[in-house]
């Protein structure tokens, strides 16, 4: 029914529908959609008229709007060198900010560690919007040791829909974990004291090498001297053995 001075609008007159105080109401599950509802659709559109998740839905002027299920591009966690996070996708991703915005919406913590300890990070990655990668390299600053056997690194996106697969397609999580690893935090201070130790140890070591060559090339002439004087003796030895003749001399 209609009430009030309400028309159908033009390529809907197969359908009537309902105005109230002269509105224009949308009916949910009648498979028409004035661009009202996120869907009408049966397939990948809730009784509510919601896109279901892992659903996408695109408007149709014809009738029911078309759903299908989409892929959502999913991302692994891994750490190396005890500090350096690596975001491995398995479809080629489009940032939609450049790398320094991306950072705001972006957190990167350590669960399980100690209160007092420091941490920062930072994007290695350097691009521009529009961007398109396979994965994102995060360095991390932690400014006491890890253990490693209760700590986890957790990275989270807040804003999925700034990084979206070719297709358009947002990750499956937003939140990333992965262990930690056994971290060994040098400070400014320690960090000079062991480059002067490596400094004088390195003078030391190339002295001590030069000095074992030489007493090295010593030795190997005196052996070969003495294994010559052997060999020598073994030879004037076996003359009357073997009766060499010598030939006389006129």
Not at 19 to 43: K, R, T
Not at 93 to 100: G, R
Not at 104 to 118: F, H, N, P, T, W
């Amino acid at each position: 029914m209609c009430r009030g001075r309400c028309r159908v609008l033009h390529g809907l007159e197969r359908f009537v529908p309902r105005c109230i105080s002269y509105e224009l109401v949308e009916i949910c599950g009648d498979g028409v959609n004035l661009q009202m509802l996120e869907c009408d659709d049966g397939n990948g559109c809730s009784s509510e008229c919601k896109i279901e998740k892992g659903f996408k839905c695109e408007y149709s002027k014809e009738g029911p709007d078309k759903c299908y299920k989409i892929t959502a591009p999913k991302a692994v966690l891994s750490i190396k060198k005890g500090y350096i996070l690596v975001i491995k996708f398995d479809k080629t991703m489009v940032a939609q900010l450049n790398s320094a915005l991306l950072v705001l919406s972006m957190s990167v913590e350590i669960k399980g560690l100690q209160d007092d300890c420091a941490f920062t990070w930072d994007l290695q990655d350097k691009f521009s919007e529009k961007h398109e990668f396979n994965q994102l390299t995060i360095n991390t600053y932690p400014k006491c040791s890890i253990k490693g056997t209760a700590q986890t690194y957790v990275v989270t996106f807040h804003n999925v829909s700034l990084i979206t697969s070719l297709s358009g397609n947002v990750m499956a999580e937003d939140t990333l974990k992965v262990s930690a690893l056994r971290y060994i935090y040098i400070d400014e201070g320690q960090d000079a004291a062991l480059a002067l130790i490596g400094e004088a140890f390195s003078s030391t070591s190339w002295i001590t090498l030069i000095g074992m060559l030489g007493i090295s090339l010593f030795q190997n002439v005196a052996i070969q001297s003495l294994w010559n004087f052997i060999n020598m003796l073994q030879v004037i030895s076996y003359i009357p053995i073997i009766a060499v003749s010598y030939t006389h001399l006129t």
